[in-house]
């Protein structure tokens, strides 16, 4: 069964420092994505990291993948206060009648002035 | 941009009482998904419907879940008889391209928020 572990659970960031946050996953799988949440929202789709070695950068963040550690990272530079919100990894496996996501248990962010 | 639609936004029901959520999938896709999140928790995998059938589900997914595509955009999440436990949001998600080796992104509905007094 794949497992999805992200860290830390909570991170309460000061504005203008850099951060760091985990995905870590149980079994080979094909694709890897991270999502941010704001609070009663609906998931918006920030990365989808497709390859080993894969990097994506938007702005102040930037998601990397190491599937050979099954390992991503979302490493958020500058924190602005506009960045507060959870933030979801996921990862599935193909399958020709759909894929399946398996979510982390996510990584609430506070940023502080 | 086209995107996914979820109906209502809230819901509120009785112990008991059966529920159909609505979503209107993206028009050209071909995957659906339900996604549920109990609050302050992680978003976890209800079923996946693929070719008027279901491919896969969870072990959430037992004899109260049905899903049901009615016609050529409606795709529906019905439970026959909620429970306290089932008060969630769930998301509805669809996916596009054919079923070859492909990337597939799955796009979300805003949800539906269940409460189950």
């Known amino acids: 069964e794949l497992k999805v572990e992200q860290n830390p659970l909570f991170l309460s960031m000061q504005e203008g420092k850099n951060y760091t946050i985990y995905c870590n996953y149980s079994?080979?799988?094909?694709?890897l994505y991270w999502y941010r949440q704001d609070p009663g929202k609906s998931l918006e789709s920030l990365f989808v990291?497709?390859?080993?070695?894969a990097v994506k950068q938007e702005g102040r963040l930037m998601a990397s993948l190491d599937t050979k550690a099954r390992l991503s990272t979302l490493h958020i530079t500058a924190a602005v206060h506009d960045l507060s919100a959870t933030y979801f990894c996921a990862v599935d496996i193909f399958k020709a009648a759909g894929n399946k996501l398996t979510f982390g248990g996510g990584t609430r962010v506070l940023v502080k002035p | 941009e086209p995107e996914v639609t979820q109906t209502p936004s809230h819901q509120v029901t009785q112990m008991g009482q059966e529920v159909i959520l609505r979503c209107v999938p993206i028009?050209?896709?071909?995957?659906f998904y339900w996604y549920r999140q109990i609050l302050g928790q992680k978003v976890e995998f209800l079923v996946s419907f693929y070719n008027n059938e279901i491919s896969e589900k969870s072990e959430i997914f037992d004899d109260q879940f049905s899903v049901e595509r009615p016609d050529g955009s409606n795709f529906t999440l019905k439970i026959r008889s909620t429970k306290l436990e089932d008060s969630a949001m769930y998301f509805c998600?669809?996916?596009?391209?054919?079923?070859?080796?492909?990337?597939?992104?799955?796009?979300f509905g805003p949800g539906t928020r269940l409460t189950v007094l």
């Open positions: 990291l497709l390859s080993n070695g």
């Open positions: 028009s050209n896709h071909l995957y």
């Open positions: 998600a669809s996916s596009g391209t054919s079923g070859r080796r492909s990337y597939n992104e799955q796009f």
């Open positions: 079994t080979t799988s094909d694709r």
